[in-house]
């Protein structure tokens, strides 16, 4: 493998995934003044898009196809879109896509996200997944016809299409393994009032019961639970999570077992000039401490997708750790639902209703903090969105101290920052 250090020298910066994270690193790579080419490989034949859109507005039809493009700066990108990488040959810096196309690279930026998988009970096809614009489409247009769904998957994602179908007047059911919805995602406080407020809003529930199987019955579906019950729909969607989108890393040698397993600086462990960034990666973010961990919003995506640019320029090999603060939303049922930081299950619990004494909490506000030693670290707020910025901000602006407090195998003595560190600035600076 020949070394090549000095990134001034890049000829061709390799953008594999054109969604959040991908756009991210190709903005941060001009931003910064990299002058070479940068061409962006992706499987889809659309352009970037908003995924988010994915199980909203476009369910709802209050999105149209070009309301969806995600707005960006593409400053002179190279683009081979409606290509799937295949394969991918560290030794030679090339990757091959479905096309039977071969791109060399100098530097390589993975940004494959995630993908869903079909669950083993869906055993005929038809049963819907909901992850990108084609899937939402195909929703979509079954939506139109049919009086009853069946969701199976009580997330983020699950909890919205039951919204859009509700806003539809379609009846739905919602079938999740937990006793709230959005347990991981919102903690169980927020979880409970927005399981209350989907009740109210005619949301069927199957709580604590999986899927055994599914299969066609007259026109539609038949899904039978765990207890032997069975439920009949025109539609099934399963929107019961995803994974990293590695299949094409198999032969390169690495560590796929988390999804990319990178470094705190984001640089993939085993390969020369490769980062990854967005769901495809799992990393120590040192701002939580040495354990490996995902960004999987949207958020989060795009500054892992700057700062791993960032550290593909940097000049010695030592850009400085990449950290980022966890942070969505989801707008469902009328609620604005803000996530900042981390639900840390064994932490203390603050709650405060922005309107005590309502029978109906979440609308009338609330925001749910989590602290460990006395100091805020997560943040769940449902329409509060004044309270819920400034006690972000705060948090944000407030290191933690959990990376000198704990011994990490990877060990950094750099000063942590969501933003890039001021010495990799100059560096880079002097790359254009
Ligand atoms: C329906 C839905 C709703 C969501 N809603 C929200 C929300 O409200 N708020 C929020 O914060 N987050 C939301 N998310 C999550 C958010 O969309 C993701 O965190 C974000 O898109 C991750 O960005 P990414 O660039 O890592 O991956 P992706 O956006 O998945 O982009 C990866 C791209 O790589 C392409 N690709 C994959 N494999 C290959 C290959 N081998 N070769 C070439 N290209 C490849 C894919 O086709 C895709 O275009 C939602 C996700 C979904 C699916």
């Not at 247009?141 to 069946?150: G, N």
Request: proline share 5%; net charge neutral.
């Amino acid at each position: 493998m020949t070394r090549r250090n000095r990134r001034a020298d890049y000829g061709r910066i390799l953008i594999v995934g054109t969604g959040r994270a991908g756009v991210a690193a190709a903005e941060e790579l001009r931003r910064q003044g990299y002058p070479g080419e940068i061409a962006m490989v992706g499987a889809e034949k659309e352009g970037p898009y908003d995924r988010p859109s994915c199980s909203k507005g476009i369910l709802t039809g209050h999105k149209r196809p070009q309301d969806t493009r995600m707005p960006f700066h593409d400053e002179d990108l190279t683009w081979y879109l409606g290509r799937r990488a295949v394969d991918l040959d560290p030794d030679n810096r090339r990757v091959e896509t479905d096309t039977g196309e071969s791109f060399a690279y100098d530097g390589l930026v993975i940004a494959t996200g995630s993908s869903p998988s079909m669950p083993k009970w869906a055993a005929e096809p038809g049963v819907h997944l909901l992850h990108n614009l084609e899937h939402a489409w195909s929703l979509r247009r079954a939506l139109r016809d049919a009086e009853r769904v069946i969701i199976v998957g009580g997330g983020i994602t699950g909890s919205e299409v039951a919204s859009a179908v509700r806003s539809m007047a379609r009846n739905c059911v919602v079938i999740d393994s937990k006793q709230q919805v959005m347990v991981r995602a919102l903690g169980e406080e927020v979880g409970n009032h927005v399981t209350d407020v989907m009740r109210g809003e005619g949301v069927d529930f199957r709580l604590g019961h999986r899927v055994a199987s599914a299969n066609r019955f007259r026109d539609g579906w038949m899904v039978q639970l765990d207890d032997g019950e069975n439920l009949v729909g025109d539609v099934v969607v399963a929107t019961t999570g995803g994974r990293p989108d590695t299949a094409w890393l198999e032969n390169a040698g690495i560590d796929l077992s988390k999804g990319v397993v990178c470094d705190e600086s984001l640089r993939v462990v085993g390969l020369e000039d490769v980062v990854a960034c967005g769901a495809v990666a799992t990393w120590p973010n040192l701002r939580y401490g040495p354990q490996l961990r995902k960004a999987e919003h949207w958020i989060s995506s795009l500054e892992q997708g700057r700062g791993a640019a960032r550290t593909l320029l940097a000049e010695d090999g030592d850009p400085g750790p990449v950290t980022v603060i966890p942070r969505f939303w989801t707008e469902q049922w009328g609620l604005r639902i803000q996530v900042c930081g981390e639900l840390v299950p064994d932490g203390e619990v603050s709650i405060s209703e922005m309107k005590r004494h309502r029978r109906d909490t979440a609308r009338a506000g609330v925001v749910v903090g989590y602290h460990r030693d006395d100091r805020l670290v997560g943040l769940v707020s449902v329409n509060a969105a004044h309270a819920f910025t400034s006690l972000a901000r705060a948090m944000i602006a407030t290191p933690l101290p959990a990376v000198q407090a704990t011994p990490m195998p990877l060990q950094t003595d750099k000063p942590l920052n969501t933003e890039i560190a001021e010495p990799a600035r100059r560096r880079l600076a002097s790359v254009a």
